[in-house]
Protein backbone atom coordinates (compact mmCIF):
# COMPACT_ATOMS: atom_id res chain seq x y z
CA UNK A 1 0.00 0.00 0.00
CA UNK A 2 2.81 2.41 0.48
CA UNK A 3 6.56 2.65 0.60
CA UNK A 4 6.82 4.95 3.96
CA UNK A 5 4.56 2.85 6.65
CA UNK A 6 5.95 4.85 9.27
CA UNK A 7 5.31 8.47 8.32
CA UNK A 8 1.74 7.06 7.15
CA UNK A 9 1.12 5.87 10.26
CA UNK A 10 2.43 8.83 11.74
CA UNK A 11 0.16 11.33 9.81
CA UNK A 12 -2.81 9.04 10.34
CA UNK A 13 -1.95 9.19 14.12
CA UNK A 14 -1.82 12.89 13.95
CA UNK A 15 -5.13 13.09 12.06
CA UNK A 16 -6.73 11.18 15.02
CA UNK A 17 -6.08 13.48 17.55
CA UNK A 18 -7.59 16.55 15.26
CA UNK A 19 -10.53 14.31 14.19
CA UNK A 20 -11.69 13.31 17.93
CA UNK A 21 -12.86 16.28 19.23
CA UNK A 22 -14.21 17.73 15.98
CA UNK A 23 -16.07 14.31 15.44
CA UNK A 24 -17.44 14.82 19.19
CA UNK A 25 -18.49 18.10 18.28
CA UNK A 26 -20.39 17.71 15.06
CA UNK A 27 -22.08 14.81 16.28
CA UNK A 28 -23.40 16.94 19.48
CA UNK A 29 -24.07 19.48 16.75
CA UNK A 30 -25.98 17.31 14.10
CA UNK A 31 -28.85 16.66 16.93
CA UNK A 32 -27.52 12.75 17.28
CA UNK A 33 -25.18 12.69 20.07
CA UNK A 34 -21.46 12.44 19.93
CA UNK A 35 -21.53 8.75 19.78
CA UNK A 36 -22.70 9.28 16.66
CA UNK A 37 -19.86 11.59 15.43
CA UNK A 38 -17.71 9.48 16.62
CA UNK A 39 -19.30 6.55 14.76
CA UNK A 40 -19.10 8.57 11.61
CA UNK A 41 -15.55 8.96 11.81
CA UNK A 42 -14.80 5.31 12.19
CA UNK A 43 -16.78 3.78 9.41
CA UNK A 44 -17.14 6.11 6.81
CA UNK A 45 -13.69 6.84 7.27
CA UNK A 46 -12.32 3.31 6.78
CA UNK A 47 -14.60 2.51 4.16
CA UNK A 48 -13.88 5.91 2.20
CA UNK A 49 -10.08 5.50 2.84
CA UNK A 50 -10.59 2.23 0.82
CA UNK A 51 -12.76 2.82 -1.97
CA UNK A 52 -12.82 6.32 -2.66
CA UNK A 53 -10.62 7.87 -5.32
CA UNK A 54 -7.92 9.91 -3.29
CA UNK A 55 -5.10 8.89 -2.16
CA UNK A 56 -5.06 11.12 0.72
CA UNK A 57 -8.22 11.75 1.57
CA UNK A 58 -9.82 12.08 5.23
CA UNK A 59 -13.93 11.84 5.26
CA UNK A 60 -15.98 11.78 7.96
CA UNK A 61 -18.68 14.29 10.01
CA UNK A 62 -18.27 17.55 8.99
CA UNK A 63 -19.07 21.22 9.54
CA UNK A 64 -21.30 21.56 6.25
CA UNK A 65 -23.12 18.09 6.57
CA UNK A 66 -23.88 19.34 10.09
CA UNK A 67 -25.77 22.00 8.51
CA UNK A 68 -27.99 20.35 6.36
CA UNK A 69 -28.68 17.90 9.10
CA UNK A 70 -30.17 20.19 11.78
CA UNK A 71 -33.29 21.00 10.25
CA UNK A 72 -34.04 17.23 9.00
CA UNK A 73 -33.21 15.98 13.35
CA UNK A 74 -36.05 18.87 13.78
CA UNK A 75 -38.05 17.61 11.41
CA UNK A 76 -38.12 14.04 11.02
CA UNK A 77 -36.08 12.71 14.10
CA UNK A 78 -32.90 10.74 14.03
CA UNK A 79 -34.26 7.81 12.36
CA UNK A 80 -34.93 10.88 8.86
CA UNK A 81 -31.19 11.51 9.45
CA UNK A 82 -30.81 8.34 9.47
CA UNK A 83 -32.64 6.95 6.13
CA UNK A 84 -31.17 10.29 4.60
CA UNK A 85 -27.70 9.07 4.81
CA UNK A 86 -28.84 5.50 3.52
CA UNK A 87 -30.43 7.22 0.37
CA UNK A 88 -27.81 10.03 -0.04
CA UNK A 89 -25.25 7.05 -0.22
CA UNK A 90 -27.32 5.38 -2.82
CA UNK A 91 -27.47 8.25 -4.92
CA UNK A 92 -23.57 9.16 -4.54
CA UNK A 93 -23.41 5.67 -6.27
CA UNK A 94 -25.81 6.36 -9.33
CA UNK A 95 -23.43 9.21 -9.72
CA UNK A 96 -20.78 7.59 -9.83
CA UNK A 97 -21.70 5.07 -12.11
CA UNK A 98 -23.10 8.08 -14.45
CA UNK A 99 -19.56 9.56 -14.28
CA UNK A 100 -20.85 12.56 -13.12
CA UNK A 101 -17.75 13.73 -11.12
CA UNK A 102 -15.87 15.81 -13.76
CA UNK A 103 -18.94 17.76 -13.68
CA UNK A 104 -18.27 19.19 -10.90
CA UNK A 105 -14.79 20.88 -11.93
CA UNK A 106 -17.01 23.63 -13.86
CA UNK A 107 -18.23 25.24 -9.88
CA UNK A 108 -16.87 28.85 -10.31
CA UNK A 109 -14.75 29.85 -7.83
CA UNK A 110 -16.97 32.84 -6.49
CA UNK A 111 -19.94 30.00 -5.43
CA UNK A 112 -17.20 28.01 -3.52
CA UNK A 113 -16.37 30.89 -1.43
CA UNK A 114 -18.88 32.44 -1.22
CA UNK A 115 -20.70 28.89 0.10
CA UNK A 116 -17.63 28.12 2.51
CA UNK A 117 -17.94 32.04 4.07
CA UNK A 118 -21.70 30.70 4.48
CA UNK A 119 -21.05 27.55 5.99
CA UNK A 120 -18.68 29.34 8.18
CA UNK A 121 -20.73 31.45 9.68
CA UNK A 122 -23.85 29.39 10.19
CA UNK A 123 -21.26 26.38 11.92
CA UNK A 124 -20.48 29.60 14.19
CA UNK A 125 -23.97 30.43 15.06
CA UNK A 126 -24.90 26.84 15.49
CA UNK A 127 -22.44 27.23 18.62
CA UNK A 128 -23.91 29.89 20.32
CA UNK A 129 -26.22 27.83 22.98
CA UNK A 130 -23.28 25.06 24.29
CA UNK A 131 -21.44 28.36 24.06
CA UNK A 132 -23.12 30.10 26.14
CA UNK A 133 -24.57 27.29 28.63
CA UNK A 134 -28.22 27.12 27.82
CA UNK A 135 -30.24 24.43 26.15
CA UNK A 136 -30.78 24.42 22.51
CA UNK A 137 -33.81 26.05 21.45
CA UNK A 138 -36.67 25.03 19.50
CA UNK A 139 -36.11 26.19 15.86
CA UNK A 140 -34.53 24.83 12.28
CA UNK A 141 -33.63 27.96 11.38
CA UNK A 142 -29.77 29.27 13.12
CA UNK A 143 -30.40 32.69 13.24
CA UNK A 144 -33.92 31.90 14.99
CA UNK A 145 -32.01 29.64 17.53
CA UNK A 146 -28.84 31.36 18.14
CA UNK A 147 -31.13 34.86 19.23
CA UNK A 148 -33.53 32.66 21.19
CA UNK A 149 -30.16 31.15 23.00
CA UNK A 150 -28.82 34.77 23.79
CA UNK A 151 -32.19 36.09 24.61
CA UNK A 152 -32.10 32.79 27.83
CA UNK A 153 -28.98 33.77 28.51
CA UNK A 154 -29.31 37.24 29.20
CA UNK A 155 -31.92 35.77 31.75
CA UNK A 156 -29.41 32.97 33.12
CA UNK A 157 -26.01 33.73 32.46
CA UNK A 158 -23.38 30.89 32.33
CA UNK A 159 -20.34 32.44 32.49
CA UNK A 160 -18.21 29.50 33.22
CA UNK A 161 -19.34 28.00 29.58
CA UNK A 162 -18.24 31.02 27.83
CA UNK A 163 -15.17 31.01 29.65
CA UNK A 164 -14.48 27.88 28.82
CA UNK A 165 -15.88 28.30 25.02
CA UNK A 166 -13.40 31.38 24.74
CA UNK A 167 -10.32 29.49 26.42
CA UNK A 168 -10.18 26.83 23.91
CA UNK A 169 -11.02 28.88 20.70
CA UNK A 170 -8.49 31.52 21.89
CA UNK A 171 -5.65 28.42 22.76
CA UNK A 172 -6.53 26.97 19.02
CA UNK A 173 -6.25 30.17 17.33
CA UNK A 174 -3.32 31.66 18.71
CA UNK A 175 -1.49 28.06 19.35
CA UNK A 176 -2.12 27.60 15.07
CA UNK A 177 0.31 30.51 14.35
CA UNK A 178 2.79 30.30 17.05
CA UNK A 179 3.10 25.97 16.62
CA UNK A 180 1.38 25.17 13.72
CA UNK A 181 2.05 21.77 14.23
CA UNK A 182 0.91 21.03 17.45
CA UNK A 183 -2.90 20.27 17.57
CA UNK A 184 -3.81 22.34 19.91
CA UNK A 185 -7.77 21.32 19.65
CA UNK A 186 -6.72 18.36 22.14
CA UNK A 187 -4.77 20.09 23.82
CA UNK A 188 -7.23 22.72 24.71
CA UNK A 189 -10.15 20.26 25.11
CA UNK A 190 -7.83 17.79 27.67
CA UNK A 191 -7.06 21.39 29.64
CA UNK A 192 -10.49 22.48 29.78
CA UNK A 193 -11.85 18.87 31.02
CA UNK A 194 -9.45 18.65 33.55
CA UNK A 195 -10.23 22.17 34.98
CA UNK A 196 -13.83 21.15 34.97
CA UNK A 197 -13.59 17.86 37.32
CA UNK A 198 -10.76 19.45 39.18
CA UNK A 199 -13.02 22.62 40.68
CA UNK A 200 -16.27 20.93 39.87
CA UNK A 201 -17.38 23.67 37.85
CA UNK A 202 -21.15 23.21 37.44
CA UNK A 203 -21.56 25.33 34.70
CA UNK A 204 -19.45 23.05 32.95
CA UNK A 205 -22.18 20.82 31.01
CA UNK A 206 -20.11 17.53 30.29
CA UNK A 207 -21.01 15.72 26.69
CA UNK A 208 -22.72 12.74 28.74
CA UNK A 209 -22.12 8.77 28.93
CA UNK A 210 -21.00 6.87 25.76
CA UNK A 211 -21.48 3.64 24.48
CA UNK A 212 -18.03 1.97 24.93
CA UNK A 213 -18.11 0.31 21.36
CA UNK A 214 -19.84 0.54 18.40
CA UNK A 215 -23.85 -0.64 17.95
CA UNK A 216 -24.24 -3.72 16.04
CA UNK A 217 -25.64 -2.65 12.25
CA UNK A 218 -28.84 -2.21 11.98
CA UNK A 219 -32.03 -1.06 9.57
CA UNK A 220 -34.63 -0.53 12.42
CA UNK A 221 -34.77 2.75 11.96
CA UNK A 222 -35.85 2.54 8.13
CA UNK A 223 -39.19 3.47 7.61
CA UNK A 224 -40.37 2.48 4.03
CA UNK A 225 -43.35 4.84 4.86
CA UNK A 226 -41.13 7.71 5.05
CA UNK A 227 -39.10 7.35 2.21
CA UNK A 228 -41.06 9.54 -0.45
CA UNK A 229 -40.47 12.61 1.56
CA UNK A 230 -37.23 12.29 2.47
CA UNK A 231 -36.65 11.77 -0.79
CA UNK A 232 -35.46 16.05 -1.52
CA UNK A 233 -33.26 16.10 1.60
CA UNK A 234 -31.17 13.16 0.53
CA UNK A 235 -30.70 14.50 -2.72
CA UNK A 236 -29.53 17.98 -0.54
CA UNK A 237 -27.15 15.79 1.34
CA UNK A 238 -26.08 13.85 -1.67
CA UNK A 239 -25.06 16.81 -3.56
CA UNK A 240 -23.22 18.78 -0.50
CA UNK A 241 -21.44 15.27 0.18
CA UNK A 242 -20.04 15.24 -3.78
CA UNK A 243 -19.19 18.87 -3.88
CA UNK A 244 -17.35 19.00 -0.42
CA UNK A 245 -15.66 15.44 -1.38
CA UNK A 246 -14.43 16.12 -4.85
CA UNK A 247 -13.20 19.80 -3.67
CA UNK A 248 -11.21 18.83 -0.96
CA UNK A 249 -9.74 15.85 -3.23
CA UNK A 250 -8.77 18.80 -5.75
CA UNK A 251 -6.79 20.70 -2.76
CA UNK A 252 -5.12 17.96 -1.61
CA UNK A 253 -3.90 17.50 -5.28
CA UNK A 254 -2.65 20.88 -5.14
CA UNK A 255 -1.11 20.14 -2.13
CA UNK A 256 0.87 17.36 -3.64
CA UNK A 257 3.65 16.29 -6.54
CA UNK A 258 2.23 13.31 -8.37
CA UNK A 259 -1.39 12.46 -6.76
CA UNK A 260 -4.39 12.90 -8.63
CA UNK A 261 -7.87 11.92 -7.46
CA UNK A 262 -10.60 9.96 -9.83
CA UNK A 263 -13.52 12.15 -9.29
CA UNK A 264 -15.93 9.06 -10.00
CA UNK A 265 -14.20 5.96 -7.76
CA UNK A 266 -14.50 8.89 -4.95
CA UNK A 267 -18.16 9.59 -5.36
CA UNK A 268 -18.33 5.62 -5.39
CA UNK A 269 -16.49 5.58 -2.11
CA UNK A 270 -18.11 8.65 -0.50
CA UNK A 271 -21.67 6.37 -1.78
CA UNK A 272 -20.06 3.12 0.22
CA UNK A 273 -19.49 5.24 3.11
CA UNK A 274 -22.77 6.94 3.80
CA UNK A 275 -24.34 3.33 3.10
CA UNK A 276 -22.26 1.66 5.81
CA UNK A 277 -22.65 4.48 8.34
CA UNK A 278 -26.37 5.30 9.40
CA UNK A 279 -25.75 1.04 9.75
CA UNK A 280 -24.22 2.01 12.96
CA UNK A 281 -25.96 4.83 14.17
CA UNK A 282 -23.50 7.36 12.10
CA UNK A 283 -24.25 10.31 10.40
CA UNK A 284 -24.08 11.24 6.32
CA UNK A 285 -20.66 11.73 5.76
CA UNK A 286 -18.59 13.66 3.41
CA UNK A 287 -14.32 14.09 2.96
CA UNK A 288 -13.12 17.18 5.75
CA UNK A 289 -11.34 19.89 4.08
CA UNK A 290 -8.81 20.61 7.25
CA UNK A 291 -8.59 16.89 8.39
CA UNK A 292 -7.36 16.00 4.63
CA UNK A 293 -5.13 18.91 4.68
CA UNK A 294 -3.20 17.87 8.09
CA UNK A 295 -3.03 14.98 7.07
CA UNK A 296 -0.98 15.83 3.87
CA UNK A 297 1.17 18.46 5.69
CA UNK A 298 2.27 15.70 8.34
CA UNK A 299 3.58 13.72 5.08
CA UNK A 300 1.21 11.26 4.57
CA UNK A 301 1.47 9.40 1.39
CA UNK A 302 -1.15 6.57 0.62
CA UNK A 303 -4.38 5.47 2.01
CA UNK A 304 -2.63 4.12 5.25
CA UNK A 305 -2.95 7.32 6.84
CA UNK A 306 -6.99 7.48 6.74
CA UNK A 307 -7.02 4.17 7.60
CA UNK A 308 -4.89 4.47 10.71
CA UNK A 309 -7.10 7.67 11.90
CA UNK A 310 -10.04 5.22 11.45
CA UNK A 311 -8.78 2.81 13.59
CA UNK A 312 -7.31 4.93 16.03
CA UNK A 313 -10.71 6.41 16.59
CA UNK A 314 -12.33 3.43 17.20
CA UNK A 315 -9.50 2.54 19.98
CA UNK A 316 -10.29 5.39 21.79
CA UNK A 317 -14.30 4.63 21.34
CA UNK A 318 -13.66 1.25 23.01
CA UNK A 319 -11.31 2.09 25.25
CA UNK A 320 -11.83 5.79 26.06
CA UNK A 321 -15.07 6.41 26.13
CA UNK A 322 -15.57 6.97 30.21
CA UNK A 323 -12.83 9.80 29.26
CA UNK A 324 -14.10 11.27 26.78
CA UNK A 325 -17.58 11.05 28.07
CA UNK A 326 -16.50 14.53 30.59
CA UNK A 327 -15.72 16.40 28.45
CA UNK A 328 -17.55 19.97 28.36
CA UNK A 329 -19.67 20.63 25.92
CA UNK A 330 -18.49 24.35 26.07
CA UNK A 331 -15.47 23.24 24.87
CA UNK A 332 -16.15 21.55 21.87
CA UNK A 333 -18.40 24.80 21.23
CA UNK A 334 -14.80 26.51 21.24
CA UNK A 335 -13.52 23.93 18.92
CA UNK A 336 -16.14 24.37 15.90
CA UNK A 337 -15.88 27.95 16.74
CA UNK A 338 -12.34 28.11 15.92
CA UNK A 339 -12.55 25.49 13.55
CA UNK A 340 -15.38 28.29 11.59
CA UNK A 341 -12.72 30.88 11.73
CA UNK A 342 -10.37 29.25 10.43
CA UNK A 343 -12.44 27.84 7.32
CA UNK A 344 -12.57 31.39 6.43
CA UNK A 345 -10.18 32.73 3.94
CA UNK A 346 -9.98 36.24 3.96
CA UNK A 347 -7.63 36.75 1.20
CA UNK A 348 -8.95 34.49 -0.95
CA UNK A 349 -12.79 36.18 -0.11
CA UNK A 350 -10.43 39.93 -1.18
CA UNK A 351 -9.48 38.40 -4.38
CA UNK A 352 -12.72 37.01 -5.73
CA UNK A 353 -14.06 40.74 -4.33
CA UNK A 354 -11.71 42.39 -6.64
CA UNK A 355 -11.68 40.75 -9.44
CA UNK A 356 -15.07 41.41 -11.17
CA UNK A 357 -17.75 42.80 -9.86
CA UNK A 358 -19.89 39.44 -11.04
CA UNK A 359 -17.77 37.56 -9.12
CA UNK A 360 -18.15 39.35 -6.29
CA UNK A 361 -22.14 39.90 -6.96
CA UNK A 362 -21.67 36.21 -6.77
CA UNK A 363 -19.61 35.18 -3.75
CA UNK A 364 -22.12 37.76 -1.72
CA UNK A 365 -24.88 36.23 -3.01
CA UNK A 366 -24.49 32.85 -2.60
CA UNK A 367 -22.66 33.46 0.81
CA UNK A 368 -25.92 35.09 2.01
CA UNK A 369 -28.16 32.52 0.87
CA UNK A 370 -26.12 30.02 2.71
CA UNK A 371 -26.99 31.98 5.53
CA UNK A 372 -30.52 32.07 5.25
CA UNK A 373 -31.94 29.67 3.16
CA UNK A 374 -29.92 26.28 2.53
CA UNK A 375 -26.29 24.79 1.31
CA UNK A 376 -27.99 22.93 -1.77
CA UNK A 377 -30.55 25.69 -2.70
CA UNK A 378 -27.33 28.32 -2.47
CA UNK A 379 -25.07 26.62 -4.59
CA UNK A 380 -27.70 26.38 -7.09
CA UNK A 381 -28.91 30.17 -6.89
CA UNK A 382 -24.93 31.05 -7.29
CA UNK A 383 -24.83 28.51 -10.05
CA UNK A 384 -27.47 29.84 -11.93
CA UNK A 385 -26.51 33.80 -11.16
CA UNK A 386 -22.61 32.87 -12.26
CA UNK A 387 -24.06 31.33 -15.12
CA UNK A 388 -26.68 34.32 -16.25
CA UNK A 389 -23.67 36.65 -15.60
CA UNK A 390 -21.36 34.76 -17.41
CA UNK A 391 -23.86 34.69 -20.67
CA UNK A 392 -24.39 38.37 -20.09
CA UNK A 393 -20.12 38.67 -20.66
CA UNK A 394 -20.08 36.38 -23.80
CA UNK A 395 -23.10 37.95 -25.52
CA UNK A 396 -21.42 41.54 -25.00
CA UNK A 397 -18.37 40.29 -27.07
CA UNK A 398 -20.96 40.12 -29.97
CA UNK A 399 -19.85 42.82 -32.30
CA UNK A 400 -20.93 43.30 -36.02
CA UNK A 401 -18.56 45.84 -37.99
CA UNK A 402 -18.32 47.96 -41.27
CA UNK A 403 -15.79 46.56 -43.31
CA UNK A 404 -13.88 47.58 -46.58
CA UNK A 405 -15.48 44.73 -49.02
CA UNK A 406 -12.45 45.23 -50.67
CA UNK A 407 -10.03 44.37 -48.30
CA UNK A 408 -9.41 40.66 -48.91
CA UNK A 409 -5.87 40.88 -46.93
CA UNK A 410 -7.43 38.48 -44.49
CA UNK A 411 -9.58 35.96 -46.17
CA UNK A 412 -12.70 34.29 -43.96
CA UNK A 413 -11.73 30.79 -44.36
CA UNK A 414 -8.64 30.69 -41.39
CA UNK A 415 -6.70 28.18 -41.73
CA UNK A 416 -7.40 28.07 -45.39
CA UNK A 417 -4.08 27.91 -47.95
CA UNK A 418 -4.37 30.96 -49.14
CA UNK A 419 -4.84 32.56 -46.08
CA UNK A 420 -2.58 35.75 -45.95
CA UNK A 421 -2.03 34.75 -49.64
CA UNK A 422 0.13 31.41 -48.02
CA UNK A 423 1.98 33.98 -46.01
CA UNK A 424 1.31 33.90 -42.39
CA UNK A 425 -0.70 30.81 -41.27
CA UNK A 426 -3.02 30.92 -38.26
CA UNK A 427 -1.41 28.92 -35.49
CA UNK A 428 1.34 30.85 -34.41
CA UNK A 429 4.41 28.60 -33.69
CA UNK A 430 4.31 26.88 -36.89
CA UNK A 431 6.78 25.98 -38.83
CA UNK A 432 6.21 28.45 -41.30
CA UNK A 433 4.44 31.59 -39.45
CA UNK A 434 5.21 34.65 -40.69
CA UNK A 435 8.04 33.62 -42.53
CA UNK A 436 9.35 37.28 -41.41
CA UNK A 437 7.05 38.47 -44.07
CA UNK A 438 3.73 39.31 -41.73
CA UNK A 439 5.05 41.22 -38.68
CA UNK A 440 2.97 40.94 -35.90
CA UNK A 441 1.93 44.23 -35.03
CA UNK A 442 -1.70 44.91 -36.58
CA UNK A 443 -1.11 48.92 -38.44
CA UNK A 444 2.63 48.08 -38.62
CA UNK A 445 3.81 49.54 -41.80
CA UNK A 446 4.96 46.21 -43.79
CA UNK A 447 1.87 44.58 -41.91
CA UNK A 448 0.30 41.84 -44.67
CA UNK A 449 3.03 43.03 -47.01
CA UNK A 450 1.92 46.75 -46.34
CA UNK A 451 -1.08 46.19 -48.69
CA UNK A 452 -3.71 46.42 -45.99
CA UNK A 453 -3.17 47.77 -42.55
CA UNK A 454 -5.53 46.64 -39.81
CA UNK A 455 -5.59 50.08 -38.44
CA UNK A 456 -8.91 52.31 -40.29
CA UNK A 457 -8.28 55.57 -40.38
CA UNK A 458 -4.32 55.45 -40.67
CA UNK A 459 -2.55 57.04 -43.29
CA UNK A 460 -1.99 54.37 -45.24
CA UNK A 461 -5.43 51.86 -44.69
CA UNK A 462 -6.59 50.47 -47.79
CA UNK A 463 -3.23 51.92 -49.75
CA UNK A 464 -1.07 48.96 -51.72
CA UNK A 465 2.29 49.02 -51.82
CA UNK A 466 2.78 51.14 -54.64
CA UNK A 467 0.38 54.15 -52.78
CA UNK A 468 -2.59 53.21 -54.95
CA UNK A 469 -5.86 53.87 -52.35
CA UNK A 470 -7.65 51.14 -53.12
CA UNK A 471 -11.00 51.49 -51.49
CA UNK A 472 -12.23 55.25 -52.71
CA UNK A 473 -14.92 56.79 -50.67
CA UNK A 474 -16.19 56.72 -47.17
CA UNK A 475 -20.01 57.13 -46.66
CA UNK A 476 -20.62 58.98 -43.07
CA UNK A 477 -24.41 58.60 -43.01
CA UNK A 478 -25.85 58.27 -39.42
CA UNK A 479 -22.76 58.81 -37.49
CA UNK A 480 -20.98 55.88 -38.52
CA UNK A 481 -17.89 55.07 -41.00
CA UNK A 482 -19.01 52.45 -43.63
CA UNK A 483 -16.43 51.75 -46.29
CA UNK A 484 -18.24 51.10 -49.63
CA UNK A 485 -17.59 50.72 -53.25
CA UNK A 486 -17.18 54.02 -55.53
CA UNK A 487 -21.32 54.29 -56.28
CA UNK A 488 -22.04 53.40 -52.73
CA UNK A 489 -23.73 50.27 -53.45
CA UNK A 490 -21.41 47.72 -51.62
CA UNK A 491 -21.50 47.79 -48.21
CA UNK A 492 -19.36 44.79 -46.03
CA UNK A 493 -19.81 43.83 -42.12
CA UNK A 494 -17.88 41.63 -40.14
CA UNK A 495 -19.68 39.60 -37.44
CA UNK A 496 -17.35 38.59 -34.41
CA UNK A 497 -18.18 36.77 -31.33
CA UNK A 498 -21.29 34.21 -30.55
CA UNK A 499 -24.22 34.65 -32.54
CA UNK A 500 -26.28 32.76 -29.77
CA UNK A 501 -29.50 33.63 -27.79
CA UNK A 502 -28.05 35.88 -25.39
CA UNK A 503 -27.11 38.51 -28.08
CA UNK A 504 -28.61 37.80 -31.57
CA UNK A 505 -31.03 40.20 -31.71
CA UNK A 506 -29.09 42.49 -30.43
CA UNK A 507 -26.07 42.06 -32.48
CA UNK A 508 -27.97 42.05 -35.74
CA UNK A 509 -30.28 44.89 -34.72
CA UNK A 510 -27.68 47.56 -37.13
CA UNK A 511 -28.10 45.33 -39.65
CA UNK A 512 -31.39 45.25 -40.14
CA UNK A 513 -31.83 48.76 -40.92
CA UNK A 514 -29.76 49.31 -43.85
CA UNK A 515 -30.62 51.23 -46.77
CA UNK A 516 -29.69 52.55 -49.62
CA UNK A 517 -27.32 50.57 -50.79
CA UNK A 518 -27.53 47.45 -53.31
CA UNK A 519 -25.47 44.76 -52.23
CA UNK A 520 -24.75 43.42 -48.39
CA UNK A 521 -21.72 41.11 -47.74
CA UNK A 522 -21.50 39.37 -44.19
CA UNK A 523 -18.18 38.31 -43.47
CA UNK A 524 -18.63 35.86 -41.00
CA UNK A 525 -15.30 34.34 -40.40
CA UNK A 526 -14.83 35.27 -37.03
CA UNK A 527 -18.49 33.76 -35.50
CA UNK A 528 -17.12 31.43 -32.89
CA UNK A 529 -20.36 30.09 -32.52
CA UNK A 530 -23.98 29.68 -34.07
CA UNK A 531 -26.91 28.24 -32.33
CA UNK A 532 -30.78 28.72 -33.54
CA UNK A 533 -31.24 31.58 -31.75
CA UNK A 534 -28.76 33.08 -33.67
CA UNK A 535 -29.25 31.34 -36.59
CA UNK A 536 -33.40 32.61 -36.82
CA UNK A 537 -32.06 35.89 -35.86
CA UNK A 538 -29.66 35.84 -38.78
CA UNK A 539 -32.56 34.63 -41.18
CA UNK A 540 -35.16 37.22 -40.18
CA UNK A 541 -32.03 39.84 -40.67
CA UNK A 542 -31.95 38.10 -44.66
CA UNK A 543 -35.32 38.44 -44.84
CA UNK A 544 -35.37 42.12 -44.21
CA UNK A 545 -32.99 43.20 -46.04
CA UNK A 546 -34.19 41.15 -49.19
CA UNK A 547 -37.70 42.79 -48.48
CA UNK A 548 -36.33 46.20 -49.40
CA UNK A 549 -34.72 44.74 -52.77
CA UNK A 550 -30.81 44.45 -51.01
CA UNK A 551 -29.18 41.28 -51.52
CA UNK A 552 -27.29 39.58 -49.28
CA UNK A 553 -24.10 37.76 -49.58
CA UNK A 554 -22.42 35.67 -46.68
CA UNK A 555 -18.58 34.54 -46.83
CA UNK A 556 -16.44 31.90 -44.65
CA UNK A 557 -19.43 30.20 -42.16
CA UNK A 558 -17.66 27.93 -40.95
CA UNK A 559 -18.53 24.28 -41.17
CA UNK A 560 -19.47 23.59 -37.45
CA UNK A 561 -21.95 26.64 -37.62
CA UNK A 562 -23.53 24.78 -40.69
CA UNK A 563 -25.92 22.64 -38.95
CA UNK A 564 -27.42 25.86 -37.35
CA UNK A 565 -27.87 27.79 -39.94
CA UNK A 566 -29.50 25.03 -42.33
CA UNK A 567 -32.15 23.53 -39.25
CA UNK A 568 -33.83 26.97 -39.51
CA UNK A 569 -33.43 27.87 -43.05
CA UNK A 570 -30.85 30.53 -43.02
CA UNK A 571 -28.34 28.57 -45.38
CA UNK A 572 -30.31 27.68 -47.69
CA UNK A 573 -31.95 31.57 -47.81
CA UNK A 574 -28.18 32.58 -48.32
CA UNK A 575 -27.14 29.84 -50.90
CA UNK A 576 -30.51 31.20 -53.19
CA UNK A 577 -28.83 32.09 -56.41
CA UNK A 578 -25.54 31.69 -55.15
CA UNK A 579 -24.87 34.11 -52.51
CA UNK A 580 -22.78 31.85 -50.08
CA UNK A 581 -18.97 32.10 -50.73
CA UNK A 582 -15.82 30.52 -49.29
CA UNK A 583 -13.89 33.75 -49.17
CA UNK A 584 -14.43 37.67 -49.07
CA UNK A 585 -12.95 38.10 -52.34
CA UNK A 586 -15.30 35.48 -53.86
CA UNK A 587 -18.29 37.48 -52.20
CA UNK A 588 -17.19 40.86 -53.80
CA UNK A 589 -16.80 38.99 -57.29
CA UNK A 590 -20.25 37.64 -56.68
CA UNK A 591 -21.47 41.69 -55.92
CA UNK A 592 -19.85 42.80 -58.91
CA UNK A 593 -21.75 40.63 -60.93
CA UNK A 594 -25.07 41.50 -59.33
CA UNK A 595 -24.18 45.29 -59.96
CA UNK A 596 -23.47 44.30 -63.28
CA UNK A 597 -26.73 43.03 -64.11
CA UNK A 598 -28.59 46.03 -63.59
CA UNK A 599 -25.86 48.32 -65.39
CA UNK A 600 -24.31 49.64 -62.18
CA UNK A 601 -20.86 48.45 -63.46
CA UNK A 602 -19.29 45.76 -65.67
CA UNK A 603 -17.99 42.45 -63.80
CA UNK A 604 -15.22 41.96 -65.89
CA UNK A 605 -13.22 45.64 -64.60
CA UNK A 606 -14.07 44.98 -60.80
CA UNK A 607 -13.75 48.39 -59.25
CA UNK A 608 -13.07 50.78 -62.30
CA UNK A 609 -15.52 49.67 -63.81
CA UNK A 610 -17.55 50.74 -60.89
CA UNK A 611 -16.51 53.84 -60.93
CA UNK A 612 -17.02 54.19 -64.58
CA UNK A 613 -20.97 53.20 -64.63
CA UNK A 614 -21.48 55.62 -61.59
CA UNK A 615 -19.84 58.13 -64.14
CA UNK A 616 -22.09 57.65 -67.15
CA UNK A 617 -24.97 56.86 -64.97
CA UNK A 618 -23.87 60.92 -63.34
CA UNK A 619 -23.80 61.78 -67.00
CA UNK A 620 -26.57 60.53 -68.03
Known amino acids: MTRAPRRDLLAGLTVAIVALPLALGFGVASGLGAEAGLATAVVAGALAAVFGGSNLQVSGPTGAMTVVLVPIVAEYGPGGVLTVGLMAGGLLIVLALLRAGRSMRYVPAPVVEGFTFGIACVIALQQIPNALGVAAPEGDKVL ?65 ALPAGLP ?26 ALESLLSATVADGMTTGQKHDPDRELFGQGVANLAAPLFGGVPATAAIARTAVNVRTGAGSRLAALTHAGVLAVIVFAAAPLVSRIPLAALAGVLLATAVRMVEVGALRAMARATRSDAVVLVLTAVATLVLDLVLAVVIGLAVAGALALRAVAAEARVDRVDPYDDSVPDL ?78 AYRIEGPLFFAGAHRSLLELGEISGVRVVILRMCRVTTVDATGALALKDTVHRLNGRGIVVLASGIRPGQRRALESVGALELLRREGREYATASEAFGGARERLATVGVGPARDGREASVAAATEEAAR
Open 144 to 208: VVAWRAVEEFMIAPNWTAVAITVGVAGLMLAGARLRPGVPFSVVAVAAATLAAQLFHLDGATPIG
Open 216 to 241: APSLGFLDLSAVGSLLAPAVAVAALA
Open 414 to 491: LGSATYDKGTAPDLPGSATYDNGTAPDLPGSATYDNGTAPDLPGSATYGKSATGRTNSPTYNTEGGGRERTDATGQVV
